[in-house]
């Protein structure tokens, strides 16, 4: 049986070629996800090791949780490890964080102090020497591009909170960027340890101490001794690790030791090979039953159950392991493109390709299997007839054989079940609950399938009769064996249907938090100071900003004030009634008398003190915690009017600047006005906040997600449209006399392939229609039972997509029909009738 296995796959080669791009495609995604995983862990580790690379062994600590505090690394613990046996170098790293430049060009900045043996230094220098007195520092290729050093070039350095004057630093060095996840983002500097004790906190001590092994030295006997001198010493929490170690310890306090984008890719890769099963399954049922008579014949010259059921599984084995071969090669070869597309960018050079022998194992396990699983009924099928009986076609499981009740009232209760959760879920507002009804109740539609699809694809049919006998024709084959139409459609529409779910769900969060947002800030945007300068905002910056495309008004919002209130003093601010058509809610306008509190205010009057004295005024609530307490211009008057810039802090806090912005700015131009604002006005983009600016981020952050999510469903839609297409050319195979005599009776090439073509879509569209009526409804309830609890949910529905959907699917479907359809329309009718 062997050899009929080998003759099957070798002779009809044409009709597996399906099954093997479905399993290569949903190997390859899986195996692309572990490699990734891999890929990304060795990236990491290239990164957070960088600080340490030329280092043996790395002294470091931890939290103490006797003491509940973290240990200090002084000048004793690195005395100890430079006084060891073994040791030719101990480098105690000290680092201080301060501003580097002055005005706009300011920058948040790292100085680390440099070793006196400069091979362990963590960056190369690229050009000049490193700095060897107080004044001279050393600054990374990235820096001096922004800020325009080079070699003897000034650089104002300053403490952010002022403990030490502006120092002028003269560059000596331009050193590599570091890759290091800690340091990336800031400015990095270099100079000797005089200059970083100047404004580094005595009380932090060292990052960590790194120590270089003299030659014929064991790094690992020093470990051990300077771990246990450090035990014997008293020194808790403190830990001596190779570079290693270190960096595996790093990577998991990075990561919380799990992985999440690893979680959901893998998740994603689970409904690929779930629709791949069905695609797999289904089509060794219809080669099973294409063969019945040859199955049978096989059966009446002595061959055994067991042989016939053997010789369909090693077919699936040979197809499985081919496909999965070329998948994960595929797999491979695209990580590696990604990859050496990444190290050509300037902030990813530190990235590593890692194939483990794991990835390349479970994908070509999990292809196997699953062609094997996938393949086990319809082997099973294959002996399920007697021999004299081959002639009579196999009964489907429908709804009116045992096997179909069975499936039919195990769905139902299903479908009953995890609507009740899924309900529940969304009443409470409570995902925990609504995700496992969510998933019952979608399996449940897919065991019941069999008993709608059929009766939906035949009254969707009903609609190309207008079309002629091809049209009659395409709705009668269509639904000629039902379970075999089931399970194509089904493949169709778990992809459909997680398609549509993310996109009703994106849309209806979309709406949600736009609601919530515009509740809870008053304004467009916020803008806070001080300035890269320390200035506080004045009017130059509000005309500044208000002279920046994009923006309708600006006001500047004068502190009057300080109020008392539940959690303490709070700033109150003189709101001129002539601005406030820059508020969202007008009616937020405080009256003479009155002061606007934050939400959560309880009082009914307090106390607001100005320059000139303090009153007592009533409390109106604004029911936004965002919103500022607002007092009208008239009562800044009473209070002693505006306080001058210098006036006591306590009477003086920073001004606001809030700004309305044009209507129908996109997400991309709100995120760009941020920084075209940042820039006008010389301030950090954190400190530009308000609606519009939350929610460009929020609907950044879920195009991306749903651009992603869409795409990685994609895989299991792709894979779902080649079980079409593999459904259609074997039933065009099996029909091959049938379609002959049409032929002879006067049917046209045209009307055949336009029949076959009706049939493919019938099948794809009416799986994409219910499949996107199903995801409306689950992204609906799950975006309910996510964001219920605080905000109103209202069902959005994004009619384009979910019609592009549809479009897409439906002329996939037609695309999938043209090379049966051609096919079948090349064979002459004398040779299809003289067809067994």
């Known amino acids: 049986m062997l050899q009929v296995a080998l003759a099957q796959v070798r002779l009809n080669a044409r009709r597996f070629i399906a099954v093997g791009v479905a399993v290569l495609i949903a190997v390859g995604f899986l195996t692309a996800t572990l490699i990734i995983n891999s890929s990304s862990k060795a990236s990491l580790t290239q990164s957070v090791g960088q600080s340490f690379r030329n280092a043996d062994l790395v002294v470091s600590t931890g939290y103490d949780e006797e003491t509940g505090t973290w240990p200090v690394l ?20 000290r680092s201080a964080y301060l501003t580097a430049g002055t005005g706009r060009a300011a920058a948040f900045a790292q100085l680390t102090s440099l070793p006196s043996d400069p091979s362990l230094l963590p960056v190369d220098v690229v050009q000049g020497t490193l700095p060897a007195s107080p004044g001279e520092v050393a600054v990374d290729q990235r820096t001096a591009e922004k800020q325009s050093l080079s070699l003897g070039s000034v650089l104002p350095v300053a403490n952010p909170s002022g403990d030490a004057a502006e120092t002028q630093l003269k560059v000596t060095a331009l050193v590599e960027t570091s890759s290091d996840p800690q340091m990336m983002g800031a400015a990095q500097l270099f100079a000797v340890d005089q200059t970083v004790a100047r404004y580094a906190d005595p009380a932090n001590g060292f990052e960590s101490i790194l120590l270089s092994v003299a030659d014929g030295a064991s790094a690992k006997e020093i470990q051990a001794v300077l771990q246990q001198e450090l035990t014997d010493a008293g020194t808790t929490a403190t830990f001596v690790r190779t ?3 270190q960096t595996t310890e790093l990577v998991a306090s990075l990561t919380g030791g799990q992985d999440a984008l690893t979680v959901i890719l893998l998740a994603f890769a689970a409904v690929a090979l779930l629709v791949c099963a069905l695609v797999v399954s289904n089509t060794f049922s219809v080669l099973v039953a294409q063969r019945t008579r040859e199955l049978a014949l096989l059966r009446c010259i002595g061959a055994g159950r067991t042989q016939i059921r053997r010789s369909v599984l090693v077919e699936a084995l040979l197809v499985g392991i081919i496909a999965s071969m070329i998948g994960v090669l595929a797999a491979i070869g695209l990580i590696a493109g990604i990859v050496a597309y990444l190290q050509t960018l300037p902030d990813s050079g530190f990235a590593t390709m890692e194939v483990t022998p794991l990835s390349v194992a479970v994908g070509m396990a999990a292809g196997i299997l699953l062609t094997v699983l996938a393949a086990l009924v319809p082997a099973r099928a294959a002996t399920a007839v007697a021999p004299l009986a081959a002639l009579r076609p196999a009964e489907d499981v429908r709804a009116g054989t045992r096997k179909g009740r069975v499936r039919l009232i195990a769905g139902l209760v299903l479908v009953l079940a995890g609507s009740a959760l899924l309900a529940l879920g969304a009443v409470s507002g409570n995902l925990l609950i609504a995700l496992p009804g969510g998933i019952l109740s979608f399996i449940g539609v897919l065991m019941c399938s069999t008993l709608f699809i059929p009766p939906l694809v035949r009254a969707v049919g009903a609609l190309a009769a207008p079309l002629g006998v091809p049209g009659k024709l395409a709705a009668l084959n269509a639904v000629r064996n ?17 398609v549509a779910m993310m996109m009703t769900g994106a849309a209806t969060s979309r709406s949600a938090f736009d609601g919530a947002l515009s509740s809870e800030f008053p304004v467009d945007v916020t803008i806070q100071g001080p300035l890269l300068d320390g200035s506080p905002l004045g009017a130059d910056d509000a005309a ?3 002279s920046v495309d994009g923006v309708e008004e600006s006001l500047l919002l004068p502190a009057a004030g300080m109020a008392e209130s539940d959690g303490g003093e709070i700033a109150v601010y003189a709101l001129d009634p002539a601005g406030a058509s820059v508020l969202q809610d007008t009616s937020l306008v405080p009256e003479d008398g009155t002061v606007i509190m934050p939400q959560g205010t309880e009082a009914k009057t307090v106390t607001v003190r100005g320059a000139g004295g303090e009153k007592e005024l009533t409390v109106q609530t604004s029911g936004s915690a965002y919103f500022p307490a607002l007092i009208s211009a008239g009562t800044a008057q009473a209070l002693g009017g505006l306080p001058a810039l210098e006036a006591p802090e306590q009477y003086a806090p920073e001004p606001l600047l809030w700004l309305a912005v044009t209507d129908g700015l996109g997400t991309n131009e709100l995120i760009d006005l941020q920084s075209e604002l940042a820039e006008a006005i010389g301030i950090e983009g954190y400190q530009i906040s308000g609606s519009a600016i939350e929610r460009a ?30 459904t259609l050319s074997l039933s065009v195979l099996e029909r091959t006399r049938e379609s002959s005599l049409l032929r002879a009776l006067g049917l046209t090439k045209g009307q055949l392939r336009g029949m076959l073509a009706l049939e493919a879509v019938l099948i794809a569209g009416v799986a ?14 799950g975006a309910q039972s996510a964001l219920g609890a605080f905000a109103d949910v209202v069902p959005a529905l994004p009619w384009a997509q979910l019609g592009g959907v549809l479009a897409v699917a439906i002329l996939a479907g037609l695309g999938a029909s043209l090379l049966p359809a051609r096919r079948a329309a090349r064979l002459s009718p004398v040779a299809g009738l003289a067809a067994d």
Do not use: H, K
């Not at 006084?83 to 790293?93: F, I, K, P, Q, R």
């Not at 039902?482 to 997680?498: C, D, H, Y």
């Not at 950044?700 to 779902?720: D, K, R, Y």
């Open 74 to 93: 002084g000048e004793e613990t690195a005395a100890l490890a430079r006084g060891l046996d073994g040791v030719d170098e101990a480098y105690a790293v």
């Open 243 to 245: 570079v290693e170690e």
């Open 482 to 498: 039902p379970q075999r139409t089931s399970a194509t459609s089904s493949a169709l529409l778990i992809g459909v249907t997680l």
């Open 544 to 546: 500044a900003a208000g």
């Open 697 to 726: 981020a929020f609907e950044q952050v879920i195009n991306v997600l749903l651009m992603v999510v869409t795409g990685l469903l994609g895989v299991a839609v792709v894979i779902a449209l080649v079980g079409v297409a593999n």
């Open 768 to 781: 994409a229609l219910f499949g996107c009526l199903l995801g409306a409804v689950y992204g609906w309830l």
